[in-house]
């Protein structure tokens, strides 16, 4: 396996809405990981979440006001998912990380994260086997919830604890796809379900403007997405 010459960081979500959770949980890893760009991901419609709230323009417009000036590095907003949704084509994690590895070639590392209620369905995804062969997965821990490997089924746990194994940063870096990492410096646990009620409830509320970026709230007020 060739080392590494560019390592990107990628984060997809319904983002319905972009809250100050997905942008610091962003900034720990990629800080954390020294990675050279962010690759966001709004998803087309999400099988396993009921209809969206906000439109792919919308969340796309969100995603870009909530990351603004926040990074040093590369932001880019990748709307393949939103396209395939558009075309009435299923779109699965795995499809969306073979097309990365088919842009960025063999020799960029591809960190994919995923929330812990994420990592405890990930046997839930389509060919979730195949993702450990395209991409590093960083699991970001979330205050209620367990991460107990021996809650999970066994295949589960023998791949991610053969490509966790005596795993720190440096080595987790010489490579491009196939390490694991529990991520457990994060305390945020925000609901994006939570948000959207108190939007439709009390608008600019104490609670929504602690959990949302001032520009996201500024744009959902002006479009009364959740009102």
Not at 20 to 38: I, L, N, T, Y
Not at 78 to 106: H, K, N
Not at 161 to 187: M, P, S, V, Y
Not at 203 to 211: F, N, P, V, Y
Request: charged letters at 20%; a negative charge; hydrophobic letters at 40%.
């Amino acid at each position: 396996m060739p080392i590494p010459t560019k390592t990107v960081l990628i984060f997809g979500g319904s983002f319905d809405p972009v809250h100050s959770g997905h942008v610091e949980m962003v900034k720990h890893v990629a800080q954390r990981f020294s990675v050279d760009e962010v690759r966001l991901i709004p998803a087309g419609q999400p099988w396993q979440k009921a209809g969206l709230k906000a439109s792919p323009a919308q969340r796309s417009d969100m995603l870009r006001l909530a990351f603004e000036g926040e990074l040093s590095i590369p932001v880019q907003i990748d709307q393949q998912e939103v396209e395939r949704a558009e075309q009435q084509i299923p779109s699965y994690t795995v499809d969306t990380l073979e097309q990365l590895r088919q842009y960025y070639g063999e020799t960029t590392a591809l960190i994919l994260l995923i929330g812990a209620d994420q990592f405890r369905n990930l046997t839930t995804w389509k060919n979730w086997q195949q993702l450990f062969q395209l991409a590093h997965i960083v699991a970001a821990a979330r205050p209620g919830y367990s991460l107990q490997l021996d809650e999970l089924p066994s295949e589960f746990v023998s791949l991610w604890g053969h490509a966790q194994n005596e795993l720190d940063i440096a080595r987790f870096k010489q490579c491009c796809f196939g390490k694991t990492w529990l991520e457990t410096g994060l305390a945020w646990d925000i609901s994006a379900t939570r948000i959207r009620a108190s939007l439709q409830q009390q608008g600019q509320s104490k609670e929504s403007i602690a959990l949302i970026p001032r520009k996201v709230l500024d744009y959902l007020q002006s479009h009364s997405i959740y009102n």
